[in-house]
Each structure stands twice: as C-alpha cells, then as structure tokens.
C-alpha cells in the first residue's frame, strides 16, 4: 500500500506564510503526478496546485503568484509554499499522488489522498 502524511499547517495571520509538506511512502514504483487540493466549509473540494513528475506545474487562478508547489522525486515528496496569505485561502488541504505501483511484472496507477491538514488564516 501507499501513505501519503501530510504536515506544515496551522494558524497565521494575513499575510504571513506557510509551508505544507507530503512525504509518500510504501510500495511506490514511481510517483507520476502531485497535487495539492483544499476544501473549505460548505466548498467543493478544488485543486490549488499540481507537478508532473518532469515538474510541469499548475496553479488555481486564486493562488497564482502566491503559491509554489515543489517536489523531491528522490525522497517522494512534494512541498507548497503558500505567501501573502488571505482568509479566504482557510481550508483543510489535502495531498494527492498519483502513483505507479508494480504488482506481478506489471505496472498500474493509483490515485492516493493525504489525511489532510488544516490551515487557517485570520488575525
């Protein structure tokens, strides 16, 4: 199976920063795509963030700018760097990977989510 343990969130003030990270581990072949994604009260899940596995990046129009997504292939990790934050930016962000597993000689895909983390941002 596969993990995906995210960490880094908390309480700041408008304005400040945060750094989310999402460490993957167990049975991992390779990991293709990495995202982040956020949820606010009463909100659909959205994506805010993504990089393919040759870094080829995407970012929600709300966040560009202000947000950076980054990744470690070799520690399977991948990182937001969140500034300038806004109260509207509040919400639980999750980690999503997609990952190609080998099972019997043959490789597969899987998608896998993250506990999520909040992070709330108020004075």
């Known amino acids: 199976q596969v993990q995906l343990v995210e960490s880094g969130g908390g309480l700041v003030q408008p304005g400040g920063s945060l750094r989310l990270s999402c460490a993957a581990s167990g049975s991992i072949f390779s990991i293709n795509a990495m995202g982040w994604y956020r949820q606010a009260p009463g909100k659909e899940r959205e994506l805010v963030a993504s990089s393919t596995s040759s870094r080829i990046t995407r970012y929600a129009d709300s966040v560009k700018g202000r947000f950076t997504i980054s990744r470690d292939n070799a520690k399977n990790t991948a990182y937001l760097q969140m500034n300038s934050l806004k109260p509207e930016d509040t919400a639980v962000y999750y980690c999503?990977?997609?990952?190609?597993?080998?099972?019997?000689?043959?490789?597969?895909?899987?998608?896998?989510w993250g506990q999520g983390t909040q992070v709330t941002v108020s004075s």
């Open positions: 999503k990977a997609n990952v190609k597993r080998s099972i019997d000689s043959s490789f597969y895909n899987y998608d896998y």
